[in-house]
């Protein structure tokens, strides 16, 4: 039986580091029950090897994510006057579908 508790309480500290990972990263508030499931298990608990793999995903994908930021920052490189060409084309088709609805009133 003491060692089923034993397992239980590491699985708990376990999951309570995964939510001090979690929290520390999306900045939320600390929460006291899990830092004391870790003091109970010991201060030696890391994330179990199927929870690192979901973190190291989690880390990936938000690394794709910032690259895609660092895409979007080169669009200075575009052609501005083309864009807005395009723009100024589509706002004057826009207004003369309006005016004709208007007419038509």
């Known amino acids: 039986r003491m060692e ?8 708990k500290a376990e999951r309570a580091c995964l939510r001090v990972h979690l929290r520390e990263k999306y900045r939320l508030p600390k ?4 830092e004391n499931q870790i003091q109970m298990a010991g201060d030696d608990v890391g994330l179990p090897e199927d929870l690192q793999k979901m973190v190291a995903e989690d880390q990936e994908e938000e690394e794709d994510k910032d690259s895609i930021l660092g895409q979007l920052q080169n669009l200075q490189n575009m052609d501005m006057d083309a ?11 826009i207004k003369q579908a309006a005016e004709q609805k208007c ?3």
């Not at 089923?4 to 699985?11: L, P, S």
């Not at 864009?83 to 088709?93: D, L, N, P, S, V």
């Open 31 to 34: 929460s006291e029950l899990d």
């Open 4 to 11: 089923r508790d034993a397992a239980f309480a590491q699985k």
């Open 83 to 93: 864009i807005k060409e395009k723009a100024q084309a589509t706002f004057t088709e």
């Open 103 to 105: 007419c038509v009133m």
